[in-house]
C-alpha cells in the first residue's frame, strides 16, 4: 500500500465585499476568482441599502467588478484598478499571505 503525500493546506483568507447601492433590485460581484461566472456570487442588501459578500480566498492578486441591475460598476471603496481588454477597468484586490 502506497503512502500518499498530503498536501499543505493553502490558506484563504475571509474578504468581505460591499457596495452601497439603496435603489438597486440586484448586484452581484464577479471577477477573475469566479472565472466571472455571473450565477456564483450574488450580493445580499442590508436594511440600510447597503449589499455584502463574503468569500474565502488565498493570497494572489484578483480582479473584480460590481454588477447593478446590469451595468458594470467599480468599487468605489477601492481605488486600486487596471484597465481590462474591453477598454473598461477591473478594480485590483492584493491579498498577501499571512
Not at 498536501?7 to 448586484?27: H, I, L, N
Not at 477573475?32 to 450580493?43: Q, R, S
Request: net charge positive; glycine share 8%.
Amino acid at each position: 500500500m502506497a503512502e500518499s503525500e498530503s498536501k499543505p493546506k493553502t490558506k484563504r483568507r475571509r474578504v468581505r465585499f460591499s457596495v452601497d447601492a439603496p435603489a438597486a433590485g440586484e448586484v452581484i460581484l464577479t471577477g477573475d476568482f469566479a472565472d466571472w461566472d455571473l450565477k456564483k456570487h450574488p450580493m445580499k442588501r442590508a436594511a440600510d441599502g447597503t449589499w455584502h459578500k463574503t468569500l474565502l480566498l488565498p493570497a494572489g492578486n484578483y480582479q473584480y467588478k460590481f454588477l447593478i441591475d446590469g451595468q458594470w460598476r467599480l468599487d468605489p471603496g477601492n481605488d486600486q484598478w487596471i484597465q481590462n481588454c474591453f477598454g473598461t477597468r477591473n478594480n485590483v484586490l492584493k491579498l498577501a499571505e499571512g
